[in-house]
Structure formats: C-alpha cells, structure tokens
C-alpha cells in the first residue's frame, strides 16, 4: 500500500517518537509513506480560534499539495491536523466560491482529494486477518485502555469515524494482537489538549481523571493514536502524580508501538525507549 | 470543561440569543475551552457550540475585548501563528521562547518563565528537542496566505 504523508508539526518536532514508530511499524506491514513535498502547519487550535480563513487555507494548501503530487489518500497521524483536513476539505465541497476563493489565496487548485486517513484507519485498511497472521509475539500480558481523546471521533459530522460516545476500533486491534483491552469511561474525555503550555493546572486534572480511570478498571497501559495525548498523558505523567499525590507508573503507548511490539519490533526500533514512562516490555 | 468555566457553552448561546455579544466576548470561558468539541457533539438541538466559540474568540481577539484574565491564553495562541507566518512550520523552542517572553512582559512572573526549564535536558535526553527545527522552503506563499487572511497579530 502507497500513501501520502503529512506528518505535521509534533510528528517532525518532539512527537517524533510517534513518527519512528509507525514509520517502523507500517514498513514492517509492507505500507509505504511518501511525505508530502513542502507541506506546511494546519494551523490546529491557533488558527480556528484566532482566524477561520486561515484554518481553511493551510489545511487546504496541504491538500492542494497532495493532490499535485499525485496522493489519492494520506495519512494524516495527528488527530489535530487529519480533522483540520477533514474540515477545509468538507466546508469546500459544499462551496464553490469557497473553493475557488481558497485556491486563489494558497496559490494552488484545491480539488476534492485526497481521502484523509488517521493511523487507526491504515491499521483496519491493512486488516486485522493480515495483522493476526503477521504477530510473532502476541500480547498476552498487556491490558490496555484504548484512549481514542477528541478528534479522533469528535465531531462527527466532519470526522465520521468509529462511534463519536463508544468507540471500538482500537479494541478490535488490539484485541487480534493478543492483548486484553479493558472496559472503561473515559474513552473520550479530554486531556486538555493544547493547554500543556498556558493551562498546564487544566492539563494535570483532565489526564489525571484519565489515567486514575484507565487505573481503577485495570488497566497496565494506555493506547493513544495521538501525539497531544501521547505528551500530556506520558510526558506530564510524574507532574500529574504529583499534583494528585498518587503514583500510577502507566506507559503510554502508540498504537503503532503496540502493533511493532507484537510483530516483533523492538524498542528501539519503535522508539518506545524514549518516552518518559518505560513499560516492562521494553 | 465546563465546571470551571465563569459562563458554560449552554448560557453563552443564551447570552447571543438575548443578543448580549459583549458579554459573551468577554467572557473567560471562550478562552478556558479546549476545544474538545463535546458540546457540538451532544447538543439536542444541533447548535453548533464550538463553531460559536471559535468566533467568539475570534471577535474577541480582533477587538481587543478579551478577558484579561485569559490573557496568557490569547497570547499562546498569537505566538503559535506568529511562528507559523514566520516558518511554514511551527518551532517548538522559538514558540516556547516567544510565549513566555511575551508574559513575562505582561506580568513580570518569573516562576512562569522558569517553570518548565527543568523539562528541556529532559527531552534532550530523549532525543526530542529539535534546536534549529524545520522550515517550509515556500516561506512567501505562507506569508501571502497569512496577509490574504486578515491575520495582522492584532492585540
């Protein structure tokens, strides 16, 4: 399988453990990745809160390139930046003044493609028959509660994927690796996002409802397909142990990690060696 | 979200509907929301509560109307597109620098300014902090987007 690839910021900045890791893991299960040439920021959370016309334009600008490029899909691993797409691409579908508006002030002809794929799309894109039979080490002792956040489901009428209340897919996954996925609530709730660095209090409560939850209904691990997650559930861990008084000692994974972990990928390999909370399996 | 919030998303909308904008612009909470999007997601009557948010904070931003107790919110968000105008690509080291440059300027806090020093060897250590980061090649286009949307860094 070919496919485009827009990595976004964190992806090529201090997420790029998320980037090691799929880029390890997808070659592994014959996917290749052609990152798009020149491609620049969807703006996230700064853009749709301060201007709405530039979190149009940049995500389209990156579609434009993909297009041009000659991208059918593309992987978007990022929640932030493939609901960014997703959103240019519908408000332009509907609107041909739109469109044309946008193509003029990006300098590029927006067209309807390319399909926008999150990580866990790709994974069921490859299929769980294909995963099951490439496990070498099956993940028995791991229980993991499949964190999904916001954007991976929210809202639904941009991202139509999996349950917006109940999402499933990451079990399914999972689940055919051999792990044991825990029941829980706070599938997805918020960590707060982007509020790491002028919120940080809103931070350390929300993950920390969220790991305490992931905790009590048995959980030794969480899965995450997100780089924003990833940081304020593993990075801010100790700071949130600390703010709660409590110890909770998870390892946050990516789902990448834990499909490389069960075909046989190492840690360092995936990259799973520099998070900042170690699990027994590396 | 919204059980720290001075206004939750269901009275702000009642605030627009009773045509009360100015309260509603200078309300905290449009600076306090994550953007998680529960809210649009579960309102009964399909009332789109995040879009509203987002224009809310961007009149607020344009007018200079916004809660200055939020401020260091506003000015996060200003410095991350100030980055992006300048580089294509956001750099996480000049983004950190020039947010906490622009508070300190504001409130002189320097617990603030130093209260995440201790994480850089940390992420050095990981091999996750990137000095010189990425740039776009194409810088010009982005600033041209930039200009064509109005985005001037008011306020």
Sequence with gaps: MNLGYYPGCALHGSSNDYEQSLRACLGALDVTLAEIDDWICCGATSAHSLNHKLAIALPARNLALAHRQGHAEMLAPCPMCSMQLLRAAQAMASDHGLRAEISEMVEAEVNSGPRVLNLIQVFQHVGLDKLKAAVRTPLKDLKPACYYGCLLVRPPTVVDFDDAEQPTSMEAIVAALGAKPVEWSYKTECCGAGMTMSKTETVLELSGRILANAAAHGANCLVVACPMCHVNLDMKQGAIEEFLGTKFGLPIYYLSDIVGMALGLSAGDLGTDRHFVLGGQN | ?155
């Design chain 2, 1 to 155: 979200m919204a059980a720290h919030m001075d206004i939750p998303p269901s009275r702000l909308m009642r605030l627009l509907q009773l045509g009360d904008g100015a309260s509603a612009l200078r309300a905290g909470s449009i600076w306090q929301c994550v953007s998680c999007q529960t809210c649009a997601t579960r309102c009964p009557k399909k009332v789109d509560c995040a879009a509203v948010m987002d224009a809310l904070r961007q009149l607020a931003f344009e007018r200079g109307a916004a809660s200055p107790g939020e401020r260091r919110t506003v000015l996060f968000q200003r410095a991350f597109l100030d980055n992006i105008r300048r580089n294509g690509r956001l750099n996480e080291i000049e983004l950190i620098g020039a947010f906490k440059g622009m508070v300190f300027l504001r409130d002189r806090s320097l617990p603030f300014l130093f209260r995440d020093a201790g994480l850089a060897p940390r992420l050095q250590k990981r091999r996750k902090l990137h000095l010189l980061g990425e740039k776009a090649r194409d810088r010009g286009v982005v600033a041209r987007i930039f200009a064509r949307a109005g985005y001037g860094g008011a306020q």
